[in-house]
């Protein structure tokens, strides 16, 4: 038996280290010898290819389904008022005044189109509720017109939408509200409109309860509410119908907050900004200008 020496076992060792690193180098050799037929520089067929263009991997469906929806159509059709009112009234236990609004208008879409409209998560607009959480901030009907005109009018029709917020805001400060009556209209006693002054839920709340003599939190209030809720979805039911926002000029703000903002706006004092009415929540004292 022969005796394998030190230098023989690291020449060999250094013959197959070569042969591997020529194999794995640039991919040009399988094995340190080319068969027959198979030049050494041919290559290998355990290298796998890349698939052609029409082997490519598919998207799972439900993948597929979710990048479908992102492109949906999300374009209004005309509605009916009445039944969005009817589907407004029936909800709001549901989700209060900005859940009636939005969801009114989203679910009859979704009857009369389908997707997206039947898959839109409507539990998201609870958070209106009494102005915000509870709040008593901007009224979630506005919130809830407000958020279907920001749907159908976005972002390269800035001016449109504007003004529908604009025609919006003024409609809700300075109309009697609610107007809507129901056909099975629980004995609660009467729901008289009054104007809010303000796209506040505290103040609207305030100056109706001024009116009827009603405490804030009893059950007339909230019917109040409720039809409220109905009327704005009426209201922005009608405003979508027209397809633009009007034929007139760029609706403004009123004479009384044009007279406060000369001194508080941007030309002046510049301490204060917005088009919502002033005095709903400022009372001037007789010194004041």
Same mark, same amino acid.
């Given at each position: 038996?022969?005796?394998?020496?030190?230098?023989?076992?690291?020449? @060999?060792?250094?013959?197959?280290?070569?042969?591997?690193?020529?194999?794995?180098?640039?991919?040009?050799?399988?094995?340190?010898?080319?068969?027959?037929?198979?030049?050494?520089?041919? +290559?290998?067929?355990?290298? $796998? %290819?890349?698939? $052609?263009?029409?082997?490519?991997?598919?998207? $799972?469906?439900?993948? +597929?389904?979710?990048? +479908?929806?992102?492109?949906?159509?999300?374009?209004?059709?005309?509605?009916?008022?009445?039944?969005?009112?009817?589907?407004?009234?029936?909800?709001? #236990?549901?989700? +209060?005044?900005?859940?009636?609004?939005?969801?009114?208008?989203?679910?009859?879409?979704?009857?009369?189109?389908? *997707?997206?409209? %039947?898959?839109?998560?409507?539990?998201?607009?609870?958070?209106?509720?009494?102005?915000?959480?509870?709040?008593?901030?901007?009224?979630? /009907?506005?919130?809830?017109?407000?958020?279907?005109?920001?749907?159908?009018?976005?972002?390269?029709?800035? %001016?449109?939408?504007?003004?529908?917020?604009?025609?919006?805001?003024?409609?809700?400060?300075?109309?009697?509200?609610?107007?809507? *009556?129901?056909?099975?209209?629980?004995?609660?006693?009467?729901?008289?409109?009054?104007?809010?002054?303000?796209?506040?839920?505290?103040? @609207?709340?305030?100056?109706?309860?001024?009116?009827?003599?009603?405490?804030?939190?009893? #059950?007339?209030? @909230?019917?109040?509410?409720?039809?409220?809720?109905?009327?704005?979805?009426?209201?922005?039911?009608?405003?979508?119908?027209?397809?633009?926002?009007?034929?007139?000029?760029?609706?403004?703000?009123?004479? *009384?907050?044009?007279?406060?903002?000369?001194?508080?706006?941007?030309?002046?004092?510049?301490?204060? /900004?917005?088009?919502?009415?002033?005095?709903?929540?400022?009372?001037?004292?007789? @010194?004041?200008?």
């Amino acid at each position: 038996m022969k005796r394998l020496h030190r230098r023989n076992l690291l020449a @060999s060792l250094g013959v197959l280290g070569s042969s591997a690193w020529i194999a794995g180098c640039g991919g040009t050799a399988s094995s340190g010898v080319a068969t027959s037929g198979q030049s050494a520089t041919s +290559a290998p067929s355990s290298i $796998p %290819r890349s698939s $052609p263009p029409d082997e490519a991997v598919r998207e $799972p469906p439900q993948v +597929a389904e979710t990048h +479908a929806r992102a492109v949906a159509d999300w374009s209004y059709v005309r509605l009916d008022p009445r039944a969005v009112a009817e589907r407004a009234y029936q909800i709001y #236990p549901r989700g +209060a005044c900005m859940y009636s609004v939005f969801g009114s208008v989203i679910t009859e879409l979704g009857e009369q189109v389908g *997707e997206p409209f %039947r898959s839109f998560p409507l539990q998201m607009m609870r958070y209106g509720a009494s102005g915000l959480g509870g709040w008593g901030s901007v009224c979630g /009907m506005l919130n809830g017109a407000a958020a279907l005109i920001g749907l159908f009018y976005p972002n390269h029709k800035d %001016r449109d939408r504007e003004e529908l917020l604009t025609e919006l805001c003024l409609w809700y400060e300075t109309a009697c509200l609610p107007v809507y *009556e129901p056909e099975d209209c629980r004995d609660i006693g009467s729901i008289e409109p009054s104007k809010a002054g303000s796209v506040l839920c505290h103040v @609207s709340v305030k100056q109706w309860c001024r009116v009827n003599e009603c405490e804030a939190f009893h #059950p007339r209030r @909230s019917e109040r509410c409720r039809r409220l809720s109905t009327d704005g979805a009426i209201k922005v039911v009608e405003m979508l119908n027209r397809d633009c926002p009007s034929a007139g000029d760029f609706l403004d703000i009123s004479e *009384e907050t044009h007279g406060c903002l000369e001194c508080h706006g941007r030309s002046n004092l510049q301490n204060a /900004m917005g088009r919502m009415s002033c005095i709903g929540c400022h009372e001037m004292g007789n @010194s004041h200008p």
